[in-house]
């Protein structure tokens, strides 16, 4: 009897620590080596380890203090005025150690942010890998049946890094475009532009699609899920995301575009993210996601797909849903003047929240008055070059 008992428990054990062990984050489908340069480019990240986070308000501290120069900030900041339209600095934050040293007169303007909300469907697909509810490696189509005729090998790690090669029926539902992206059907599968893994390209159309598979993955409104998971913890405020079709009485957010907030908001999911997903003694998204999203996971030397969007290039510089500082052979985006490590959202409108650990830094800049007429991966690298001249290294 005693024997019986003894193996028993033993084989119980070895059960548990099997479903245990597969229950873990899987290294090889949590970190994408396939598209990084640099495999080990993380470990080598410098996170922000002070404990400060804001209240309802930021804490208003002189640039001096937090080891800025103020006068080389001002030259900074008038350096990004000359490409910026109407809206000029208006809507300008600028955080360091936790603290506001810099913002504009219009901070709480709030308004769409336009493609940086692609990186809040990054969030929410975080937390739906995070919960176990699917992985990266997953096909889209076991979420989505409609899929699985001409995107059968297509994987959410595919939608998350503008590599699915998925194209909406139908042309763009813009007056006077002849884009084949934004059409009045997003969700209607068509012919791909390239088989998956095989090119990138920048479509908002597959980013809908993702809205639309998050949704059914999560079973529930994507923006309720972020709010009360997320945003509720930080004290974001109230914020708004723009559906794009439904589950019956579940609104599908739209996964390329749509969140309004403002830009002390946006300050606020940054420093989330220079955290790693920490706020306070709270950990709301994995550290684990926040790395992995903020490194590159598109090859350099990747296929650039020939269609009309192609001046967007994010190969060597493209991780789930955020953009990164890398350095692609081809030069796209690339910023060396500015700290390797910087990550960043970046929408229509010169709408920019830029994450840049090795300063403890968040920089946004918000308006609506169009794009700068140079690349905006050229303005930037111009500012924080600018920048760099007045910035005390933290200890």
């Known amino acids: 009897m005693f024997i019986s008992t003894r193996f028993s428990a033993f084989y119980w054990l070895l059960f548990y620590t099997l ?17 990084s340069d640099s495999a080990s480019a993380q470990s080598n990240r410098i996170w922000n380890t002070l404990e400060v986070f ?15 120069d103020p006068i080389v900030l001002q030259e900074a900041l008038d350096t990004l005025r000359q490409y910026c339209g109407e809206d000029g600095l208006d809507e300008v934050v600028v955080i360091r150690n936790g603290y ?20 809040f469907t990054g969030m929410a697909m975080g937390l739906l890998i995070q919960d176990r509810f699917c992985r990266l490696d997953d096909t889209a189509y076991h979420f989505s049946a409609l899929l699985k005729q001409r995107y059968s090998g297509a994987t959410l ?7 699915s090669g998925y194209n909406g029926l139908g042309k763009s539902r813009w007056e006077g475009s002849n884009s084949e992206d934004w059409s009045f059907t997003p969700y209607a ?22 809205g639309r598979i998050l949704t059914r993955i999560a079973r529930e409104d994507l923006h309720k899920m972020l709010s009360y998971r997320v945003f509720d913890v930080i004290q974001l405020g109230e914020w708004s995301w723009q559906e794009e079709g439904s589950f019956g009485t579940v609104p599908i957010r739209n996964g390329c575009t749509g969140v309004n907030m403002n830009a002390l908001q946006l300050a606020r999911v940054g420093w989330l993210y220079l955290n790693r997903g920490r706020w306070g003694s709270r950990q709301l998204i994995a550290p684990d996601w926040v790395e992995q999203s903020t490194q590159n996971q598109v090859a350099a030397q990747l296929l ?6 192609k001046n967007i290039d994010g ?24 700290p390797a490590q910087t990550f960043y959202m970046s929408g229509f409108d010169n709408n920019m929240c830029f994450v840049v650990p090795e300063w403890n830094m968040v920089v946004i800049r918000m308006g609506l008055d169009g794009n700068p007429k140079q690349a905006k991966h050229l303005v930037y690298n ?5 920048l760099k001249k007045g910035v005390k290294q933290t200890s």
């Open 19 to 35: 479903i245990f062990a597969a229950c873990q984050p899987d290294s090889t489908n949590g970190a994408s080596t396939k598209g």
């Open 54 to 68: 804001p209240g309802k308000s930021w804490e208003v501290h002189d640039p001096q203090s937090e080891g800025i």
């Open 100 to 119: 506001l040293i810099h913002q504009g007169d219009s901070v709480n303007k709030a308004h769409e942010i336009y493609s940086c909300s692609k990186s």
């Open 157 to 163: 790690r595919h939608f998350a890094t503008m590599t």
């Open 189 to 210: 599968p068509d012919v791909p532009l390239f088989a998956p893994g095989t090119a990138y390209c920048y479509w908002d159309e597959a980013q809908m699609m993702l």
């Open 304 to 309: 650039l797909a020939n269609t009309d969007r």
């Open 315 to 338: 190969r060597g510089s493209y991780g789930f849903n955020w953009w990164v500082n890398g350095q692609p052979t081809n030069g796209a985006a690339a910023m060396p003047d500015t």
């Open 382 to 386: 111009k500012f924080f070059k600018t």
